[in-house]
C-alpha cells in the first residue's frame, strides 16, 4: 500500500471536476436509457428534448441528435435541469431518484446502484484531474498507456466503474486509469485441495519457472523449507495484492493456519492492471503471460471471482479453439489470432464448497490463469491497441479513431473497411461455420496497427466468454461446457447486440458527428463487409437465409435494465439468454444496403 495521507486520497474530488464528471454522467443516462426506451424524451417545439421525473416537478432538457440504431447523441453542454422557475444544478444521484420509478429501481438494488454510480463518478473525476493527454498523441502511444489512458469504460454501461470493494487508496494503486505498477503476491496451495490444468506442451514446473524466474523460485523454496514444508507438495499460485489483504488473509483464515495455504510474499515482477481490472500485463517483462486473478470487488453487475471448478477445463478450451482458428483458411486469411490461456490453477475450500450454492462468491475468491501475451506476435513496425480505444474522445473532442484514419493515410471508408476485415469477418465465419460466438466488445480485442490501420486482431478472455450455439458443432468432452441452447431466433443477436448495438452503433456516432464519415458510408461499408463475406462461401448459403443480417429490423436487447434490475448477479452465465431484457425492435442499419 502507498503511504497515501487521508487528504491525498481525495484530492480528485472538487466542486469543478465533480461537476463535469456529473455532466458527462447525466449526458450517458439520458442518451442510453433512452436508446433502451426507458425513457421517452419529448421534442419541443424549439427543437429541444424534455425527460420530466416521476412525480413531474423535475424538467431535463437538451438538445440531441437521433443517429442510426436509435442512437442518442446528446450534446453534453446543452442540458439543464429545471424545478418550477428555478434551474437546478445536474447530480447524477439525484437523476436515479427522480426516475426511479420509470427505470424500475427497487429499494434492494437502488442503495447499491448508487454507490456504483458514486464510484463511477469519483473515478471520472480522477481521470479529470490527472492531465490531459491529446486523442493524436495517445493514438501513436505504447499499448500500456493507451491502456491507462481510457476514460470512459464499458460504452453502454451506465454505471460502468463501480468496483465496490476498493477503498480510496486501494483505487489510486490497483485502477488501471492510475497506472501504478503492482507487484503481485504469491500463495503456495496443498496439492490435494487444488487443481492446476495446462494447455498441450506446457507443464507446471516449466510455466511457473518462466514466470517466476530461479531466484524468486529458490527464495520461496527456502522459505517452504523454514517452516518444514516441501514446495513440491504445493501449488504455487498468484493473487491479486487487495484479494490476499482484504478476503483470503480473513476468509481463508483456517487454511492459512493449518498451512493448507502458505504466503510466500510478492513475487518480484511489476505488473500494470487492465481494463478489465483483474488482468495485468508484465511491464517487467512484457513477453510473459497476463495474470488474471480473482477479485472478490462488484464490478458491472458481477463479483469479478474467478472460479476454481471453471478453471479446470479453461486449457482444453483454449486448445481447442485455437486449434479450429489454425486449421481454417478463412481465419488464417483474416490475420485473426487468440491469447490462449495456457494454465490455470484453483484452491478447493472444503466448507465453503460443501455450504455454498452454485456461482456463489465464495467459490470465486482463489484462483488464477496465465494468458499468452501478445507482444511475441507482432512482427516489426506494428503496435498494439485495444479496440475500446475506438471509442475514446479526449477532453477537446478529438476521436482516437479519426487520429488513426489520419495516421494511415487511406480515406475513413477504406480504414473503416479494413478494420471490419480484420474484426467482422472473423466473427461472420466462426458464426455461420461453426455457430460459435465471442464476446468481442473493445475491451476484448486487441488491435495490430501498422501505420495507424488494423492489420489483423486478437480476441482474449476466451474460455469464459466464447459460446456454440450449433449442437451439431462437434466438441470434445471436456470442451462441452461452452456448448448453450439458445433459441434459434436469437443466434443473430451474438452479432447484432455485441457487434451493431454495442460498439459500431457508437463507433458511427462518433465518426458522424466529428465529420469523419457519414452515416451511409458507415452503415454501407459495413454491409459490403458482410455481403462479400457470404458470396465468397456460397457452401453456407442456406445458413445466410436462416440467420439473416440482412433482415428488416432486430430485436433490441437491453443491458443496462439487466443491471437496475440486479446489479450483483446480472446473467446466470449457465442461460446466457434466460435474463434477456429485449424490448421492441431496431431497424437493421444494413438492411438497406443488402445486393439484391
Known amino acids: 500500500m502507498h503511504n497515501h495521507t487521508p487528504r491525498d486520497v481525495v484530492a480528485h474530488l472538487t466542486p469543478e471536476l465533480w461537476s463535469r464528471a456529473n455532466r458527462s454522467l447525466v449526458r450517458k443516462a439520458l442518451a442510453e436509457f433512452s436508446h433502451e ?6 421534442r419541443q417545439e424549439s427543437g429541444e428534448y424534455t425527460v420530466t421525473s416521476d412525480d413531474g416537478t423535475v424538467e431535463y432538457r437538451f438538445t440531441a441528435r437521433l443517429l442510426t440504431l436509435d442512437h442518442w447523441w446528446i450534446d453534453p453542454d446543452s442540458i439543464t435541469r429545471h424545478r418550477g422557475g428555478a434551474q437546478l444544478p445536474l447530480d447524477a444521484l439525484d437523476l436515479f431518484i427522480e426516475l426511479r420509478e420509470t427505470l424500475h429501481l427497487d429499494q434492494e438494488v437502488l442503495p447499491v446502484y448508487l454507490e456504483e454510480i458514486s464510484s463511477t463518478l469519483a473515478s471520472s473525476a480522477f481521470k479529470l484531474s490527472q492531465p490531459p493527454v491529446g486523442s493524436a498523441e495517445l493514438a501513436k502511444a505504447p499499448f500500456q498507456r493507451i491502456e491507462a489512458g481510457m476514460t470512459e469504460g464499458h460504452p453502454c454501461f451506465v454505471a460502468n466503474n463501480g468496483r465496490l470493494g476498493f477503498g480510496a487508496p486501494e483505487y489510486l494503486t490497483y485502477a488501471p486509469e492510475a497506472a501504478d505498477g503492482v507487484r503481485l503476491i504469491w500463495l503456495a496451495a496443498r496439492r490435494d485441495r487444488s487443481t492446476f490444468s495446462v494447455g498441450a506442451d506446457l507443464d507446471y514446473d516449466e510455466l511457473i519457472r518462466s514466470e517466476l524466474g530461479e531466484a524468486t523460485l529458490e527464495r520461496f523454496t527456502a522459505t517452504m523449507a523454514e517452516l518444514g514444508l516441501d514446495l513440491g507438495d504445493f501449488h504455487l499460485m498468484p493473487v491479486h495484492p487487495w484479494q490476499w489483504w482484504n478476503k483470503l488473509s480473513v476468509t481463508f483464515a483456517a487454511e492459512v493456519a493449518q498451512r493448507n495455504i502458505v504466503c510466500l510474499g510478492h513475487g518480484d515482477d511489476t505488473y500494470l492492471p487492465q481494463q478489465s481490472i483483474r488482468t495485468f500485463f508484465n511491464t517487467s517483462d512484457p513477453s510473459k503471460h497476463y495474470v488474471k486473478t480473482a477479485l472478490s470487488v462488484l464490478n458491472m453487475g458481477f ?28 481465419l488464417q486469411r483474416t490475420g485473426l489470432a487468440v491469447l490462449r490461456e495456457r494454465a490455470a490453477v484453483g484452491y478447493h475450500h472444503r466448507q465453503y464448497a460443501a455450504t455454498s450454492a452454485k456461482g456463489s462468491p465464495y467459490l470465486k475468491m482463489l484462483a488464477a490463469l496465465w494468458r499468452e501475451s501478445p507482444v511475441p506476435k507482432l512482427a516489426p513496425g506494428q503496435r498494439l491497441a485495444t479496440m475500446a480505444s475506438l471509442l475514446h474522445v479526449d477532453r477537446g473532442g478529438g476521436s482516437f479513431t479519426a487520429a488513426l484514419i489520419e495516421e494511415s493515410g487511406l480515406d475513413a471508408a477504406t480504414w473503416l473497411r479494413r478494420y471490419l476485415d480484420a474484426y467482422l469477418t472473423p466473427l461472420l465465419h466462426c458464426f455461420y461455420a461453426y455457430g460459435l460466438v465471442f464476446m468481442p466488445h473493445g475491451e476484448n480485442v486487441i488491435l495490430v496497427l501498422d501505420g495507424g490501420a488494423v492489420q489483423r486482431v486478437i480476441f482474449k478472455d476466451i474460455a469464459e466468454e466464447i459460446v456454440v450455439m450449433d449442437p451439431d458443432t462437434p466438441l470434445p468432452p471436456e470442451v462441452e461446457r461452452i456448448r448453450a441452447r439458445v433459441p434459434e431466433e436469437l443466434w443473430t443477436l451474438s452479432l447484432f447486440t455485441d457487434v451493431f448495438d454495442c460498439f459500431l ?14 452515416e451511409d458510408t458507415f452503415w454501407s461499408t459495413v454491409a459490403d463487409c458482410v455481403a462479400e463475406y457470404q458470396s465468397a462461401h456460397p457452401h453456407l448459403a442456406e445458413r445466410f437465409k436462416r440467420y439473416d443480417l440482412f433482415c428488416g429490423e432486430f430485436a433490441l436487447s437491453c443491458l443496462n435494465r439487466l443491471q437496475l434490475r440486479d446489479n450483483r448477479r446480472m446473467v446466470d452465465l449457465q442461460d446466457p439468454t434466460g435474463a434477456l431484457q429485449l424490448v421492441g425492435t431496431v431497424k437493421n442499419p444494413i438492411a438497406r444496403f443488402a445486393r439484391t
Do not use: C, H, Q
Open 303 to 330: 463479483v469479478r471471482g474467478l472460479s476454481a471448478e471453471y478453471m479446470k477445463a479453461t486449457p482444453a478450451i483454449n486448445d481447442w479453439l485455437a486449434a479450429l482458428v489454425a486449421e481454417d483458411e478463412v
Open 37 to 42: 426506451r426507458l425513457l421517452a424524451p419529448r
Open 505 to 518: 452503433r457508437f463507433l458511427n456516432g462518433i465518426l458522424s458527428v466529428n465529420g469523419t464519415l457519414d
